[in-house]
């Protein structure tokens, strides 16, 4: 049973640039969250996504955007990088539905922006 | 902001008993304590979950106060593979795909041989 893939593992951009993240969520999962996580820090949630559109947001500037596809994978897509966009972006998944079910987690992307 | 508070890092013998402390004094009463760690550079990953009773699965056990104002995580048998950040969340019930972890630092035990 694969858990929850994000690619690419590794990342660097240079400032002003787009990058987008992708994640495919445990298999039977619906729902898929990314968060952030800067040097030292706890992961920051930024959005969540449900049968293909947002249903809540961190407190995140509009340069963070999401998709949601068919299958349930996501997309994270991030415009205008700056260096303080520089953070392990984790993937989670979950199941919509059933009551108080954990989430599960990526590996992460590691995004450096120079 | 994270609605608990925990030791910024501990440290434990090999072999011996692990017990990590949260604070979650303004808890509501419907609210489930929930523990994630994060082994370095890798994603979160669910340890355990619990409301009033304790609770024991095959990684840990979790103590929560009568009041349930505070509880403690017990690893029983402490490996170097235990080595990770440890994270402590109050989530509210219901709905599992709805409710996001509010992350705070978490506290950074080190195991030692």
């Known amino acids: 049973d694969a858990g929850v893939t994000q690619s690419p593992t590794h990342l660097i951009k240079t400032r002003g640039q787009q990058v987008t993240l992708r994640c495919s969520p445990k298999s039977g999962h619906d729902t898929v969250s990314w968060y952030q996580q800067a040097l030292g820090q706890g992961p920051q949630f930024i959005f969540q996504?449900?049968?293909?559109?947002?249903?809540q947001r961190g407190n995140f500037p509009d340069r963070f955007s999401g998709h949601q596809f068919p299958n349930y994978s996501s997309e994270l897509n991030v415009n205008a990088l700056l260096l303080g966009d520089s953070a392990l972006y984790l993937c989670?998944?979950?199941?919509?539905?059933?009551?108080?079910?954990?989430?599960?987690f990526g590996q992460g992307t590691r995004l450096t922006v120079v | 902001d994270a609605k608990t508070t925990q030791p910024p890092s501990m440290d434990c013998a090999e072999g011996r008993a692990a017990n990590l402390p949260c604070n979650h004094s303004t808890i509501s009463g419907n609210e489930y304590v929930y523990w994630y760690r994060q082994i370095h550079s890798q994603g979160p990953q669910y340890i355990i979950h619990?409301?009033?009773n304790n609770e024991t699965n095959e990684m840990a056990s979790l103590i929560i106060t009568e009041d349930r104002k505070s509880s403690t995580l017990i690893l029983p048998h402490a490996t170097l593979r235990d080595t990770a950040v440890y994270y402590c969340i109050v989530r509210a019930p219901g709905d599992g795909g709805y409710n996001k972890l509010i992350f705070g630092a978490g506290t950074r035990l080190a195991v030692h041989p």
């Open positions: 996504y449900y049968e293909e559109e947002e249903r």
């Open positions: 619990g409301l009033k």
């Open positions: 989670a998944s979950s199941l919509t539905g059933h009551t108080n079910t954990e989430a599960f």
